[in-house]
């Protein structure tokens, strides 16, 4: 099994930029998960999925963040427009039906100029 | 609401010593615990989970954790640590009772510096 892959792994842009992360959980997870690090506030839940549909996207920053999940396999977090203090790594994770922990990406390290 | 509390900062142990990584707990109902590991540069990585049963859970890299319910605690062990587990450490639980019980709250890390 290849994990859960993110992409891009960095990524720097100009601020007021349009970002987009992505994500592809682990084939036959049914859950996913965005969080953002940062020395300052640690690891914060953006907001999850279940089954594809948002369940709670109460961690979403701001309206500038949205997030998307199309299909089983693929979710999409973006901000628009970007700012510097949304520098920070994002990490994707899922979790299966039957197992209680989750996984998580390598992540993607934002930088905003 | 749910929380988790890493007292530490950081904890330092020489190479062979036992290791300990702290962490405490509030849920309102029953916890589901966990211990993540983070390697520099890396996504966390899982090591070990409290569902239900046995107190004492053993996970990966030799690594062992207690829990203590009067306590509200579940530290993490190791008998023997190794330069090699040198990183950042995070305790998360998660409560398996009613709406939202897919989230996990994160501790803030303890970073554990073994000395050779």
């Known amino acids: 099994d290849a994990g859960v892959i993110q992409s891009p792994r960095h990524e720097v842009t100009e601020m007021g930029q349009e970002v987009t992360l992505r994500c592809k959980p682990i084939?036959?997870?049914?859950?996913l998960f965005w969080y953002r690090q940062t020395m300052m506030r640690g690891l914060e839940l953006l907001i999850y999925f279940n089954n594809n549909v948002p369940i709670d996207d109460s961690g979403m920053p701001e309206d500038r963040f949205s997030a998307k999940m199309p299909n089983a396999s693929f979710s999409t977090l973006k901000i628009q427009p970007s700012e510097p203090r949304d520098s920070a790594v994002y990490f994707c994770?899922?979790?299966?039906?039957?197992?209680?922990?989750?996984?998580f990406g390598p992540g993607t390290r934002l930088t905003v100029t | 609401a749910q929380s988790v509390a890493q007292p530490e900062d950081q904890v330092n142990v020489a190479e062979g010593n036992p290791l300990t990584v702290k962490c405490t707990y509030s849920?309102?109902?029953?916890?589901?615990l966990f211990w993540y590991v983070q390697y520099p540069n890396r996504g966390l990585q899982f090591l070990l989970k409290y569902i239900t049963g046995d107190n004492l859970v053993k996970g990966s890299y030799g690594f062992e954790a207690e829990f203590n319910k009067s306590q509200t605690s579940f530290h993490l062990k190791k008998p023997s640590a190794l330069v090699s587990d040198s990183a950042l450490y995070f305790c998360a639980v998660r409560d398996h009772s009613g709406a939202g019980s897919y989230q996990l709250t994160f501790g803030k890390g303890t970073k554990l510096s073994v000395i050779p």
């Open positions: 849920v309102s109902g029953n916890p589901y």
């Open positions: 084939s036959g997870h049914n859950s």
């Open positions: 994770a899922s979790q299966g039906k039957v197992t209680y922990e989750q996984y």
